[in-house]
Structure formats: C-alpha cells, structure tokens
C-alpha cells in the first residue's frame, strides 16, 4: 500500500493546508510557496508519523470515525471504496475553490469525510480480478502507529448465540453417506427421483435439514461422480466410496466439496433463478466463508442472524469484488422481478451465507445447527465434533463400523441395516424393488419385475444369491430355490385382473367366438367362460344384442 508521503504528493496545496490546520501544524511550520509543494508534503508527513501524536488526534475523532479506521485497519488497511462509503457515508465533492471559502473540514458530514480532512484515508485504484476497482485506505506507515486497539483482524463477525436461539439442537451426523448410496443405486437403475419407489425411502422425513435428493443429485454431477453423457455413477468412483470407511468416505466428500470449482451454492437458492451469461466465483467464497468461520471459537453456539448481519455490515461485497449489485440477473421466482442492487443484499448474499451453514457445511458434518424451536429455522451453530478432522483433511474418529447382516425371509423380502456395508446395500437395491425406509433399516422386495430390471442391466441373479448367502444372517433355501427357477424358467406364476365373459351355454360361447368379436376374446376358462380385453367389453355386448343374445355388464 502507498505511504503518507507517496498520497500526499497527489493533494493540492489547499488540502496540505487543511491537513496541517487540523493536526496542530500550521503555527509550527507554516506552508511553503505553492511552487515547492514536495518541502510542504516532506515536513507534513515528518509531523504526523509522529506515534504520540497520531495517538493524539485519534482520541479526538468522533466514535463513528474511530469505529471506520478501527474496520479499515481490520482488512489489512483497505477496502472497496463503494463499501466504505456506504457504511460510513460519503464525501461531499466541491472543488478547492469552494472548499476553501466554505471550510467543510469544520462541519463533516459523515465519518468518511472527518478521515479524509485529517488524511487518515485516502482513495486509489488497484487492480482485481474484475478490473480496476477504486479503494479506501490508510497509508502504510501511517497505519503502524495507529493505537493497538485497532487490531481487529481476528475477532469473529457477530455474537454468541443466546440460550433462547440454542433451544433446539441439531447435530450433524452421517447420514449424508447413506443417503448417496441411495441416489447412485437410483440414478443407476434410471429411476426418477420423484417416483413413488423412490419417494418410499425418502430420507429427509427423518431427519432436519437433510439434502433433498435434487440437492444430493446436483452435488454428485458438478463433483464429477456422474458420467457426463450417460449421467449414471462413475464405476471406479462408486466403488471407491462406497468401500471406503466411513470416516474416510466423509472426510473425501467434505474435501470434494471444498476444492470444486463447479459446484455453485449460488444456484441452489431456493426461489431463486440465475440467468444470463455472469459468472460469480463460488471456489473464492467457499474459502472466504471457512476462513471467516475459523475465527469463531471452536465449543461456542454463534447466532446465524447475527453473524448475516455482520457480514452485511462490515464485508458485504464477499462474493462481488467491484461491488457491482447490477450486472448479475437472478430472478425471485415468486414475484419475477430480478434481485438488483444493494437494496436486495438479504435475499442473495444474505440467503447464501445461510444456506451454506445450514447446508453443505452442516451436511459434511462441519457444524451442528440450533433453533428456537423444533421445525423453527436454525438460529445458531457451532463447530462439530468432526470439525477440526475434516478441515484438517483426515477421517473423524469415532463414526460407526458398516458390520450389519441382511435380514432375508422366505417371502423375498430384504431388510438391510443402515450400517449394512454401503457397497452391499447399492448392489442389492439394484436386484429389488423398493418398498420403504425408517432410520435404520431400509426395506426390500425381490420380484420378478425387479429381477428382470436388473438383468436388462448385466446383473445375474446367481450375484443376488451370493450377495445374500455372503452378508445375510440366513438364507431361507425356498427363497434360494425360487431364484434359480426364475434364472431357469422365469415366472413361474401371475396374478392378473381380467374381465370375464361368462355365457349360458357353450353353444352361445361357439356362436360368439365364430363372429366378428372372435378379435376381441381371450384365453378360454371353462366350456361358457372366456376372457375379453376390457377395452372391447361395450363392443362385445353390441355383438351379442346382434346375434340375438342381450347381455348385461357389471363393469367397475
């Protein structure tokens, strides 16, 4: 950053003067003539890097101005000008002439312009990665000597949670590895996530604050766990996670997500659409976000709300380095009008930072999450036992062990624990059809429509047998028979509703199966009963009435 002389070489002699006026100056040393502006600057700037002195004028400033240096000084001595201002107020722009005559210095305006008279602030353009952006800040050697109190680098955003906002609490847990177990095997068997197999072991009736299957299905695409063309699981990657432990299976997640470039939380906003060809930055404000984290203290509830606000206040352009409120399009979907300016800071940023901490980094078993009440929104949170592990890279201890057994019953249905083998339960929801799900056991049915699904994808059921002879506690040998029958012979047997045709005689049953409803009769039962194809059953009665014979339905 620039030193006191470097930003006052670029002042006008009439600012010089202000500047000296205010710091005591002007009797000591009084100005040089205008044509040696550099004597002028060298003796000013001597006066003020002065420690005693600076400590001087700071304790005459307002409590508003010390409270902007004390932020500025706090961001490594710069900001965005666009939110200095904006929090602090703005310099009223006259030229040197009217400054002169009407001393604005005397009466400020706001806490921005009482720094700026005493050359505390000043403004320049750095690059960024946007462009050129224009920032305050505090000459570096002038900042060496500013009171100690300003140190505030490293004091967490917002405030302890109170006892009412940690009434409920909500712990992180596991969960999250079960539930991506499921989604493969259903995105592997081409099911739709809003289908009622599906929907049946849905996991988010369980739990708070779970991903929904949208959610968890995104996730897995922008990390990559899902072929681009074909979007089925990666082979080499699912069987990776799902033989991992489960420590480590969490711990790879949790640092898939942090590292991806892709994966957007910005666009996961409910209500929220992005259109346009912008784009933000969602690597960059996943650090920011956990850098700003690490300074809260590891065992304390924090309050959500309070910690939003604080960010609003004091780095509101987290994720917008020029501070830009207006290129971005993103659409409120219930109202339809477009999220621009400032004034909608709540609703995108706000709303960001929200669903980060009570999303993805509670989900990965970051932070544990608390609320007023139960189903109330989260109110606070804390760093979870798993914390410092995850954040470290390595697997968190004390997760369970996937060592439970198949319950399988001679009437082919399958309960798999929760903690069965992730690897196992992904291989055998492929053989079954789903039936349901509670927080620990997942049920199973194999049927023949499901075995036949299963073949359609390479599987054998001599696999299924195995699977269950291996992981399961035992093995009815009637259910075992059964599948190397339908290996053999397919189904054996069937259940159908039909409708029926029932006659008075056979002689009727041979007249109608010689007229032109012959196309429209089915299997035979009985000398007077045949099966008709329900669609044709009115046709089949306006034959009858030609050929003599009135009939009547009972048609449901």
């Not at 700026?116 to 690059?127: E, G, H, M, V």
Request: glycine share 6%; net charge negative; aromatic share 10%.
């Amino acid at each position: 950053m620039l030193t006191l002389i470097q930003s006052l070489e670029k002042c006008d002699s009439g600012y010089l003067r202000i500047i000296a006026e205010l710091w005591g100056l002007a009797l000591e040393m009084p100005l040089e003539a205008a044509s040696q502006p550099e004597k002028s600057i060298q003796r000013i700037s001597r006066a003020m890097l002065d420690r005693i002195l600076v400590s001087e004028i700071f304790e005459t400033l307002p409590i508003e101005s010390r409270s902007a240096l004390m932020e500025l000084q706090s961001n490594q001595g710069f900001m965005p000008w666009s939110q200095f201002i904006r929090k602090y107020g703005d310099i009223r722009e006259i030229g040197p002439g009217k400054r002169d005559r009407e001393k604005p210095y005397l009466h400020p305006s706001s806490a921005v312009e009482t720094l700026w008279y005493r050359a505390f602030i000043f403004r320049t353009f750095l690059d960024t990665p946007s462009g050129p952006q224009e920032f305050a800040y505090i000459p570096s050697d002038l900042a060496d000597l500013l009171p100690e109190e300003l140190s505030g680098a490293d004091k967490p955003i917002g405030r302890p949670a109170t006892a009412a906002e940690r009434t409920y609490l909500i712990k992180t847990n596991d969960r999250i590895l079960d539930h991506i177990c499921t989604l493969l095997a259903a995105v592997r068997l081409n099911m739709e996530l809003e289908s009622p197999e599906v929907q049946a072991v849905a996991w988010d009736k369980f739990f708070d604050h779970t991903p929904t299957p949208s959610q968890l299905l995104s996730l897995l695409v922008s990390l990559g766990w899902l072929e681009a063309r074909s979007q089925l699981p990666e082979p080499e990657i699912t069987r990776q996670f799902l033989e991992m432990p489960r420590g480590q299976a969490l711990a790879y997640l949790f640092q898939s997500w942090k590292q991806s470039t892709s994966y957007n939380e910005l666009s996961q906003l409910p209500g929220v659409s992005l259109e346009g060809g912008w784009q933000n930055d969602p690597l960059r404000t996943r650090n920011w976000l956990l850098d700003l984290l690490a300074h809260i203290p590891q065992a304390s509830w924090w309050s959500l709300p309070a910690f939003i606000s604080g960010v609003k206040t004091t780095q509101p352009d987290f994720q917008r380095p020029a501070g830009d409120y207006d290129s971005w399009y993103l659409r409120d979907l219930t109202s339809g009008e477009y999220l621009r300016g400032f004034k909608n800071w709540d609703q995108v940023e706000g709303a960001l930072i929200r669903f980060m901490i009570i999303g993805p980094l509670h989900w990965l078993g970051i932070l544990d999450l608390a609320a007023t009440a139960e189903n109330a929104p989260p109110t606070a949170f804390r760093f979870s036992p798993w914390a410092d592990n995850l954040l470290a890279g390595s697997p968190p201890g004390g997760l369970s062990t996937e060592e439970g057994k198949l319950l399988v019953s001679s009437n082919a249905h399958i309960r798999v624990p929760r903690l069965a083998p992730r690897s196992v339960r992904y291989q055998l929801a492929r053989f079954c059809t789903w039936e349901k799900a509670d927080q620990d056991v997942y049920d199973y049915w194999v049927t023949p429509v499901s075995l036949l699904r299963a073949r359609q994808q390479g599987l054998k059921t001599g696999h299924l047998i195995t699977l269950l002879n291996r992981y399961a506690k035992v093995v009815p040998p009637s259910l075992v028979r059964a599948l190397q029958r339908w290996e053999e012979s397919g189904s054996e047997a069937r259940i159908e509703t039909a409708t029926i045709l029932r006659l008075r005689s056979p002689e009727i049953l041979q007249a109608v199966r010689s007229s032109r409803a012959a196309r429209f009769l089915g299997e035979p039962l009985g000398p007077t009963v045949i099966t008709i194809k329900p669609e044709a059953a009115q046709k089949v009665l306006a034959i009858l009435a030609e050929l003599g014979y009135l009939a009547e339905a009972e048609i449901n």
